[in-house]
């Protein structure tokens, strides 16, 4: 009877020791489960989220003209900010009229600050053809555009919305303005 009692005895403790191992084995393979899964943690960049760089040609009245390397999600303002700023000499009516300092920045674009100094022609924009200035198709505002000879209010709205250009020949090839009239001008056009 001895033996049948220890026996019975024997049993009630061994079911209370494997649910209490089996117990602490589910909670170690739930912590590690856990543990290992906030250690690995995987981002998948879409092409837009990776940084590129390009290069832009600050000129004209800043402080430090020059060409300057940014990311690709730089804007107008982070290009002058690069070049110093605005000098002394800088025509800032003008600049705020010509320049959208919210706009995106292309590989290779170039920006030209205004001084006091150069001609205006009285629509608050340097006159493109006898100054030197570079107006770029893909930046400039209607008033501006409209300073280049045969370029008029509706040719000036038709390049605006066919924007953003890959070269200044677009214009004609894509028949925003007459070949004739971008052979006159296109060496007043940047882009």
Do not use: H
């Amino acid at each position: 009877m001895k033996d049948i009692f220890s026996g019975v005895m024997a049993s009630k403790w061994l079911l209370p020791c494997f649910a209490v191992i089996g117990g602490l084995l589910v909670f170690i393979g739930v912590f590690r489960g856990i543990r290992e899964s906030s250690l690995v943690q995987v981002e998948y960049l879409s092409p837009e989220d990776e940084e590129t760089s390009i290069v832009v040609d600050v000129e004209g009245a800043v402080v430090n003209p020059g060409v300057y390397e940014l990311t690709s999600r730089s804007r107008i303002k982070d290009a002058l900010v690069s070049a110093g700023g605005l000098s002394e000499s800088a025509d800032r009516e003008r600049v705020v009229k010509i320049f959208n300092m919210a706009q995106s920045l292309k590989d290779g674009q170039k920006i030209y600050v205004p001084s006091l100094a150069e001609k205006d022609t009285g629509a608050g924009y340097p006159e493109a053809g006898n100054s030197g200035l570079l107006i770029n198709i893909n930046t400039a505002g209607a008033m501006e555009l409209d300073t280049l000879e045969g370029i008029g209010e509706s040719r000036a709205k038709a390049i605006i919305e066919g924007r953003p250009y890959e070269s200044v020949e677009e214009l004609a090839t894509r028949k925003v303005i007459p070949l004739s009239v971008l052979e006159k001008i296109r060496e007043n056009l940047s882009f």
